[in-house]
Nanobody, 122 residues
């Protein structure tokens, strides 16, 4: 059973920092990629950053230069370090893992965590 558990969200003032964690119940190296998504109030969920199995990373333009995605394979955890936070970074941050197998007709299979709230006050 694959489970993803996020932590590290909270309330922070603009200009502050947060580090989000996504702990997996299986080896992180199992997944093709693990990413962080944000859903702001009234908006669609959007990709913030992703790290692939080979270690390559990609960021949304809004996150470039302010965020760093990383992983610790020994802890089966992916992190999102966010600096210089802005009010527009507010939202529910969810961890997504893409597994290299099919389930219910979906390939790759997507797993999601429950999300963690990030609120940035101005």
């Amino acid at each position: 059973q694959v489970q993803l558990v996020e932590s590290g969200g909270g309330l922070v003032q603009a200009g502050g920092s947060l580090r989000l964690s996504c702990a997996a119940s299986v080896l992180i190296s199992t997944f093709n990629a693990v990413g962080w998504y944000r859903q702001a109030p009234g908006k669609q969920r959007e990709l913030v950053a992703v790290i692939s199995r080979d270690g390559s990373t990609n960021y949304a333009d809004s996150a470039k230069g302010r965020s760093t995605i990383s992983r610790d394979n020994s802890k089966n955890t992916v992190y999102l370090q966010m600096n210089s936070l802005k009010p527009e970074d507010t939202g529910v941050y969810s961890c997504n893992a893409k597994a290299p197998w099919a389930r219910n007709g979906e390939y790759p299979t997507n797993y999601w965590g429950q999300g963690t709230q990030v609120t940035v006050s101005s």
